[in-house]
C-alpha cells in the first residue's frame, strides 16, 4: 500500500531564510508526487508534482522539489520565504495512472511559521 | 468564476440530523472526490467517482451516501449524524488524462454536531 511520511509536523523559519521540507513516500514504483499547500481556512492547493522526466520540478510561488528513488523521497525547497508562505504543507503519492482515477494518499502534513 | 465550489462553508446541526453537501466543478474534469479532514489535519478519501460511477468506496460508515447527478456535480449525504462526524470535507476533481491530472480541491465545508 502507498505512503506518505512528513517527519516534520511544525517548522519555523526566520522570513528571508532557505527552506526544506521532508517527504518520504513508500510505493513500490515510480509513484506520481504532489505538494500541496493549505492556507488557514481554505481548501488546498496544488505547488508542484513529478510524473516523470526531470528530478527537479518547478512549482507556482517559486518552490521546487526534487525526487530521490534511491531516498524515496520528494522534498520541497524554497531559497526565499515570504511571509505568505506560512501554511500547511502535504506531500502527497498516487499510482501511475492510466487513463483512469487516481487513489492519492497524503502525508499529515507540516504547519510552517514564517518569522519577521 | 470558482473551479470546485462547495455549499455550504459552515453547517452546524445536531446530533441525528441528516445533512447534505453540495459540489460542482467548471472545469469539465471527469472525476470528482470526496476526503474528510480530521482535526489533526489528516485528509483522508471518502469516495471518487468517474463521470457519474462510483470507483473508489472507502471503509466510510453507510450513513454517507455520494450521489452524482452529473459529471460536474458530487453531492454528500449524511444520515444520522454522529460527533465523530465533526470534521472538514473537501470536494476535488481531476482531469483523466494522466498528464494532466492533480486535484482541484474545493474550500471545504467544516462540519460541527453537536
Known amino acids: 500500500a502507498q505512503s506518505v511520511t512528513q517527519p516534520d509536523i511544525h517548522i519555523t523559519v526566520s522570513e528571508g531564510a532557505s527552506l526544506e521540507l521532508r517527504c518520504n513516500y513508500s510505493y513500490g514504483a515510480t509513484p506520481y508526487l504532489f505538494w500541496y499547500v493549505q492556507s488557514p481556512g481554505q481548501g488546498l492547493q496544488l505547488l508542484l508534482k513529478?510524473?516523470?522526466?526531470?528530478?527537479l520540478v518547478q512549482g507556482i510561488k517559486g518552490f521546487e522539489a526534487e525526487f530521490k528513488r534511491s531516498q524515496s523521497s520528494f522534498n520541497l525547497r524554497k531559497p526565499s520565504v515570504h511571509w505568505s508562505d506560512a501554511a500547511e504543507y502535504f506531500c502527497?503519492?498516487?499510482?501511475?495512472?492510466?487513463?483512469?482515477?487516481?487513489?492519492?494518499?497524503f502525508g499529515t502534513g507540516t504547519k510552517l511559521q514564517v518569522i519577521p | 468564476d470558482t473551479a470546485v465550489s462547495q455549499t455550504p462553508k459552515y453547517l452546524v446541526t445536531q446530533m441525528g440530523n441528516d445533512k447534505s453537501i453540495k459540489c460542482e466543478q467548471n472545469l469539465g474534469h471527469d472525476t470528482m472526490y470526496w476526503y474528510k479532514q480530521d482535526s489533526k489535519k489528516f485528509l483522508k478519501i471518502m469516495f471518487s467517482?468517474?463521470?457519474?460511477?462510483?470507483?473508489i468506496n472507502e471503509t466510510v460508515p453507510n450513513r454517507f451516501s455520494p450521489k452524482s447527478p452529473d459529471k460536474a456535480h458530487l453531492n454528500l449525504h449524511i444520515n444520522s449524524l454522529e460527533l465523530g462526524d465533526s470534521a472538514v470535507y473537501f470536494c476535488?476533481?481531476?482531469?483523466?488524462?494522466?498528464?494532466?491530472?492533480?486535484?482541484?480541491f474545493g474550500s471545504g465545508t467544516r462540519l460541527t454536531v453537536v
Open positions: 467517482y468517474n463521470n457519474k460511477e462510483l470507483i
Open positions: 476535488a476533481s481531476s482531469p483523466l488524462d494522466s498528464q494532466n491530472y492533480g486535484y482541484t
Open positions: 513529478y510524473f516523470s522526466g526531470d528530478t
Open positions: 502527497a503519492v498516487g499510482p501511475p495512472a492510466s487513463g483512469g482515477y487516481q487513489k492519492v494518499t
